[in-house]
């Protein structure tokens, strides 16, 4: 059977992380599983968790009012969902709405932001793994801003 | 007595067979030689020069099988005066056809290895034929998969194909749309967004590559990434072609005429030539 400390070695967020920091982490981390439909968070509330997504498909949700609900993204397996726990007044931003049966690892931002600050090192690796995710889906989020396959001059075909 | 070859420069008529539109701004087009004559063989990847008689001549990939020649098929998107007036055309209709001309697919140097196809757009299109040649040849591959970005839902091309093609057990089929809109259930984000998700060895892959050049770039950027080395990366280029045998230098790239050395290339020979601005 999988140990949390194994699952957790074993998601690329946490690829390469040294032995006895992935044991400090799974101190803070569980098991969750979500169904279809299931809302893990809603934007406005607390951000007092992010989540390393094993297996299944969550939709990064905004509601705009005369629209309904707009996804921003889809988050799958092997990736990370929420960075809100890191930076005040850590409130989600958007809604994580499940969209097909998710397995996931849940991360406690408290537990993990007091580890941090007690060993900056730990700190540091977190913020550079969590710097990498903002910086990729910063730089998707701006090709999308290009609107790339439009029929404007910046579009190809 | 020794067989002419027959002169590139002239098109020969071909009659449309079938004019079938994909999605609001993109058609395909279904085309037999008049007088009944053989279509010549072509590569996966080539393009021919349409010409619309009256209008003019643009070069359009070949998007059929290329173990089925009959009838010539090309994919495009109305968006200038030509793919405009060739959407318009009727069965029946006749325009002019030059090639196949270009550079073609690396699916031989491909065999044994595992093949990732990334496309984004009509840039399936010209991708279309090494989806036909994998199925037929499946056998010979090791994992084949296809990651598809379009612009929303509505804008997917050969969407029965995709789903087709999802369905089967041998193929792996991403899709992702820019833009969600209605009840779409798929994934949202670009397509280079899918690359870490899919299955393939990256040591032993040949990565194609076709759509907008900006996509192309960050595409290639994360399949190095993901390790796939960059003599092993493909893409399609499209300039302003217009003799197609590099003889007039309207599609010249710096050392390269894109109708005649490309429009595949190696990534490796020109990555450095795409960040480069042009005049």
Not at chain 1, 26 to 36: D, I, P, Q, Y
Request: with cysteine.
């Amino acid at each position: 059977m999988q140990t949390l400390e194994s699952i957790l070695a074993g998601h690329p967020f946490f690829n390469g992380l040294e032995p006895q920091y992935l044991q400090l982490i799974t101190g803070c981390a569980s098991n969750t599983r979500f169904g279809v439909g299931d809302f893990m968070f809603r934007e406005g509330e607390d951000a007092s968790q992010f989540y390393l997504i094993r297996e299944g498909k969550v939709a990064l949700e905004i509601f705009a009012a005369q629209y309904g609900p707009i996804t921003i993204e889809t988050i799958e397996a092997g990736e990370v969902l929420g960075w809100s726990w890191i930076f005040p007044p850590y409130r989600w931003h958007f809604s994580g709405h499940v969209m097909e049966p998710t397995r996931a690892i849940a991360l406690d931002g408290t537990c993990l932001r007091s580890k941090g600050e007690a060993d900056h090192n730990l700190g540091y690796e977190l913020m550079k793994r969590v710097a990498q995710i903002m910086m990729e889906r910063l730089q998707a989020t701006r090709i999308r801003l290009l609107d790339i396959y439009s029929d404007h001059p910046g579009g190809r075909l | 007595m020794t067989a002419t070859l027959p002169d590139p420069m002239v098109p020969r008529p071909y009659r449309v067979q079938h004019v079938r539109r994909e999605t609001a701004d993109t058609f395909t087009l279904e085309l037999v030689p008049e007088g009944g004559s053989d279509i010549p063989p072509f590569a996966t990847g080539q393009f021919n020069m349409l010409y619309v008689f009256g209008t003019g001549e643009i070069p359009i990939s070949i998007s059929g099988d290329p173990a089925k020649r009959r009838p010539l098929v090309h994919t495009t998107r109305a968006v200038g005066t030509v793919s405009r007036a060739m959407r318009e055309l009727k069965p029946d209709d006749v325009i002019g056809v030059r090639g196949p001309f270009g550079s073609h697919w690396p699916i031989e140097q491909a065999e044994g290895k595992d093949v990732v196809i990334a496309a984004g757009g009509i840039g399936l299109a010209p991708l279309r034929s090494v989806m036909y040649h994998l199925i037929s040849q499946r056998e010979k591959y090791g994992k084949a998969v296809l990651l598809y970005g379009a612009r929303t839902p509505t804008n997917i091309l050969y969407r029965r194909e995709l789903e087709h093609w999802r369905a089967n057990f041998d193929l792996e089929v991403y899709v992702t749309v820019d833009n969600a809109t209605g009840s779409w259930r798929g994934s949202v984000g670009v397509v280079s967004q899918l690359i870490p998700r899919a299955p393939f060895d990256p040591k032993n892959t040949i990565a194609m590559i076709c759509g907008p050049e900006i996509m192309m770039r960050f595409t290639a950027a994360e399949f190095e990434k993901r390790g796939v080395a960059i003599e092993n990366i493909y893409i399609s280029m499209e300039r302003n072609m217009k003799c197609a045998i590099g003889l007039c230098g309207h599609c010249q790239y710096v050392p390269h005429f894109v109708c005649k050395d490309g429009p595949v290339f190696q990534y490796s020979q020109i990555q450095g030539l795409l960040t480069k601005w042009e005049a």
